[in-house]
């Protein structure tokens, strides 16, 4: 979410989705990862708490893109499985 660098597809792989923050809660609500770009964290943040998934942080990446300069943060994401019930 918010990083769409065609090198991004190509270096992970052709199961890469390009998206947005919203897109990236529903992954994670779906129980794939995701990548978050520092200014999409708070969008990303408010539809996993709308959705009520959960994710953890695994790992960042901190960069230069080198299309325009800009310093970029990447925030790696896993899901956080819900507690099984109680049997």
Partial sequence: A?????????????QVNLGGPLDAA???AE???AI????ETAPFRLRLAQQGAR????????GL???N????RLTIYAPV???????
């Fill in 69 to 72: 300069g800009d310093e970029v």
């Fill in 2 to 14: 918010g990083y769409a660098e065609p090198s991004l597809v190509f270096g992970i792989g052709a």
């Fill in 55 to 62: 994710a953890r942080e695994v790992g960042v990446v901190e």
């Fill in 81 to 87: 499985e819900a507690p099984s019930p109680a049997p």
């Fill in 36 to 39: 978050v770009e520092d200014r």
């Fill in 31 to 33: 129980g794939r990862p």
């Fill in 65 to 67: 893109d080198y299309s």
């Fill in 26 to 28: 529903d992954a994670i």
